[in-house]
C-alpha cells in the first residue's frame, strides 16, 4: 500500500512538473517566436535621405530629423537602399508586388494597380493579419488586401484634405467615390486617423499599418507654426549645385537642369513653366529683381529646400507620436516600425529637383527600422537592397512562406547580422517614362560602379507623346566620384570594367524577364549606340 501510495505521489508530480515545464515553454513561445509581429510602415513622398539627419548629409547639422533618426538608434539604418523605378507610384506597386515594373504592370505615373493582384496586404491578412492603408495610396484602383483603408484621392491636399474610405462610396470608379473633408494639416490628420486605428487593435491579433504621407512632395505647403523655421539660417548648398555638365552624353546634357528653369521663369527669361505644375507654388514668389542668374538660382534654392524642409519638419513629429504610442501601449518589443520613401528626391543636386534620374539622390529610399526582438540597436546594413526587396522581408519577419512570383528576397537574416554570400551584387533600375525632363532610361549599379543606358524612346506603354531624343550611356565610378559629377564612359581605362558591367545587366534582365523582346526599335537603338 505504501508503495502504491509513494507510486501514486510520484507519478502526480510528474505530470506536475511536465505541466510546469509545458506551460513554460508555450509561455516562452507566445512572448517569442510564436507571436507574430506587428508591423507598422510608415513611407512619406519624396523624402530624401540628404534631408534625414541620421543619414549624415551636407543637411544634418541644419535640419535634424530626431524622431526618424530614433529609428536608427534603436535599430537598423539601410545605407544602400534604391528604388528600382524612381516614381511615386511604380515604387508603390513594387513595394507591396515584390516585382519590377514589366511585371506588375505599373510603369509609369497613370498605370493602375490591377485589383486582381495579390500582394503583401493579402499574404499578411491570410495567416491572420489585421491590415489597413492610411493616407497616400496613388495606385488608381481600389485598394485591395486591406481591412481597413482611409486614403487621399490621387495626390491629396495639404490643408483640409479629402479623404475616400472604404466602405462609405460603392461607386465603381474609385475617384468618382464620394469623399469627405477633414478638417486641418495633412501630415497631422494621416497621424490622428492611423492612431484612431491601433487604438482598436484586439491584442490577441497580428496587425500591419501602412500609414502613406503626402509630404514631403510638391508644392510644399507646410504647417503655419514651421513658418519661422530656418528662417535666418543659410542652407548649405549641394556640391553639385553649379555642376559643369560637359561631362554629360548627348542624352542628358541639356536635359533637365529643373532648378535653373525654375529661376529662368522667376526671373521673367522664360514664360511660360517647363517644369510641371511649380507655377502654382503657393510661397515660391520671390523678389529676384536685380539678381544674376547665379544668385537666383541660389534664391530658389534657399527657397524650395525651407519649404520642403518645413514639410518634412511635420513628418517627423508625425514619427515621434507614433513611437511614443508603441511606448505608451507596451507595444515596441513586438512592433516592427519601418521609416521609408517611396523614392528620394532632388535637393538642388545636378540643378535638379524631382526624381526619376538613375542618380543616386533619386532612386536612393530612406529605409529604418526597430524591431527590438531581433534587431541589434545601432546595425548599419550596406547591402545593396532593391525596394522588391520589401514585401519578402515583411513576410520572412511575419513566418509567411515568400511566394514565387515575387521577384525580391528577404534582408531578415542580413539585418539580423548573417553574411549572405550569394546576396545580389547589383540592384536594376528602369524609368519607363520618357518625358523633356528625363529621358527613358535603364541601367545597373554596384557598389562600385552606375552604368545607364539612356535609350531615350517613347514606348507603347508610356505614351506621353514627348518625342524620341538622343540615346546614350554613361558610367559613374562610384569609389571615386560619389556625387556622380563626372561621366567616364568614354575613357580607355575603363573599357573592361564596362565589358563586364554590359554583361551583368543583360544577364539581370534576362534574369527578371525585361529582355525588350517586344520593343525593336530599341534593341537596334541598344546595337547601334556605342
Ligand atoms: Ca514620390
Not at 64 to 91: H, K, M, Y
Not at 163 to 188: C, L
Not at 380 to 402: H, Q, R
Not at 414 to 419: F, H, K, R, T
Request: include cysteine.
Amino acid at each position: 500500500m505504501v508503495n502504491r501510495f509513494f507510486s501514486y505521489i510520484s507519478l502526480f508530480q510528474i505530470v506536475c512538473v511536465v505541466c510546469l515545464v509545458t506551460s513554460l515553454i508555450g509561455c516562452g513561445q507566445t512572448n517569442t517566436s510564436a507571436q507574430k509581429p506587428n508591423i507598422i510602415f510608415i513611407m512619406s513622398d519624396d523624402h530624401a535621405t540628404n534631408a534625414i539627419s541620421a543619414y549624415g548629409s551636407h543637411l544634418a547639422n541644419v535640419a535634424s530629423t530626431p524622431n526618424i533618426d530614433r529609428l536608427a538608434a534603436e535599430g537598423a539604418i539601410l545605407n544602400n537602399c534604391f528604388a528600382n523605378n524612381s516614381i511615386c507610384t511604380p515604387s508603390r506597386a513594387a513595394i507591396l508586388t515584390g516585382q519590377f515594373s514589366h511585371v506588375n504592370g505599373v510603369r509609369t505615373l497613370s498605370d493602375q494597380l490591377d485589383t486582381t493582384t495579390v500582394h503583401l496586404a493579402h499574404h499578411l491578412q491570410a495567416i491572420g493579419y489585421n491590415t489597413a492603408l492610411i493616407g497616400k495610396w496613388h495606385l488608381h484602383s481600389e485598394p485591395q488586401g486591406f481591412g481597413y483603408w482611409n486614403v487621399l484621392p490621387d495626390q491629396g491636399l495639404y490643408f483640409n484634405p479629402e479623404f475616400i474610405e472604404k466602405g462609405q462610396d460603392e461607386h465603381s470608379d474609385f475617384h468618382n467615390r464620394t469623399a469627405q473633408t477633414h478638417e486641418g494639416y495633412v501630415s497631422d490628420i494621416i497621424t490622428d486617423l492611423a492612431i484612431d486605428w491601433l487604438q482598436k487593435q484586439a491584442k490577441d491579433q497580428p496587425f500591419m499599418l501602412m500609414m502613406h504621407h503626402k509630404a514631403p512632395h510638391a508644392l510644399w505647403e507646410y504647417h503655419p507654426k514651421y513658418k519661422d523655421l530656418f528662417k535666418d539660417v543659410e542652407i548649405p548648398e549641394p556640391a553639385s549645385l553649379f555642376e559643369n555638365m560637359k561631362h554629360r552624353s548627348d542624352a542628358t546634357r541639356d536635359v533637365g537642369n529643373t532648378l535653373m528653369r525654375l529661376a529662368q521663369r522667376m526671373s521673367g527669361q522664360i514664360k511660360i513653366s517647363s517644369v510641371h505644375n511649380y507655377d502654382e507654388w503657393p510661397t515660391g514668389k520671390l523678389n529676384i529683381d536685380g539678381l544674376d542668374q547665379k544668385q537666383i538660382i541660389r534664391a530658389v534654392y534657399q527657397k524650395y529646400l525651407k519649404d520642403y524642409l518645413r514639410t518634412v519638419a511635420s513628418v517627423d513629429e508625425s514619427v515621434g507620436r507614433v513611437l511614443d504610442y508603441l511606448k505608451e501601449n507596451d507595444l515596441e518589443d513586438n512592433t516592427i516600425i519601418i521609416y521609408t520613401s517611396d523614392q528620394g528626391m532632388f535637393l538642388g543636386e545636378h540643378q535638379y529637383l524631382d526624381k526619376r534620374w538613375m542618380f543616386d539622390e533619386a532612386i536612393k529610399m530612406p529605409f529604418l527600422i526597430r524591431y527590438p526582438r531581433a534587431i541589434e540597436v545601432k546595425t548599419e546594413l550596406n547591402s545593396l537592397i532593391s525596394n522588391v526587396d520589401f514585401a519578402p522581408t515583411l513576410l520572412d519577419y511575419a513566418g509567411a512562406n515568400v511566394p514565387d512570383n515575387m521577384q525580391g528576397r528577404s534582408f531578415k537574416s542580413l539585418l539580423e547580422g548573417d553574411e549572405l554570400t550569394d546576396w545580389p551584387s547589383s540592384i536594376y533600375y528602369r524609368y519607363w517614362m520618357h518625358r523633356s525632363t528625363t529621358p527613358a532610361h535603364y541601367g545597373i549599379r554596384t557598389a562600385e560602379y552606375k552604368l545607364v543606358f539612356y535609350y531615350a524612346l517613347n514606348l507603347d506603354a508610356n505614351n506621353y507623346g514627348h518625342p524620341d531624343t538622343k540615346a546614350a550611356w554613361e558610367l559613374y565610378d562610384l569609389k571615386n566620384d560619389p556625387l556622380e559629377m563626372n561621366n567616364v564612359y568614354g575613357l580607355a581605362e575603363y573599357q573592361d570594367v564596362i565589358i563586364d558591367l554590359k554583361r551583368q545587366l543583360k544577364n539581370t534582365k534576362k534574369q527578371i524577364g525585361d529582355t525588350d523582346e517586344q520593343y525593336p526599335e530599341l534593341l537596334q537603338r541598344l546595337k547601334i549606340t556605342k
